[in-house]
């Protein structure tokens, strides 16, 4: 049983702003956002980031943009454009690991990221 904070939310022990909800992930608005949206997409299976993923979990993998893309399209952000990011291990800045796509838009993003 994962003991990070998207765990928690997952089994519902913490409150989380969820946006979208199936049998493979979720997604909630950020607790810091850092754009007018800024959303992170969940697996519910327990997998720690990008280096923990599988063969076998590239399904899985590839749904997790399809939801992005349909979330980026319901909240109208497909014409102005927004960024996907996955943070992985200490350099990238990674604090929670559980594996999770953000999914930032809504202003002008710069290049490259800090
Ligand atoms: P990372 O730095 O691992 O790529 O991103 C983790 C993200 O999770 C951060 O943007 C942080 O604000 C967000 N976060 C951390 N704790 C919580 C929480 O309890 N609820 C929500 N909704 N977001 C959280």
Known sequence: MGNTVFSKILRKEIPADIVHEDELCI???DINPQAPTHLLIIPRQEIAGIDGIEDADAALVGHLFV????????????ESGYRLVINTGADAGQTVFHLHVHLLGGRTLTW???
């Not at 939801?67 to 109208?76: E, F, I, M, T, W």
């Open 27 to 29: 997604a909630l608005r």
């Open 67 to 78: 939801v992005a893309r349909d979330l980026a399209r319901k909240l109208g952000l497909e």
């Open 112 to 114: 490259p990221p800090g």
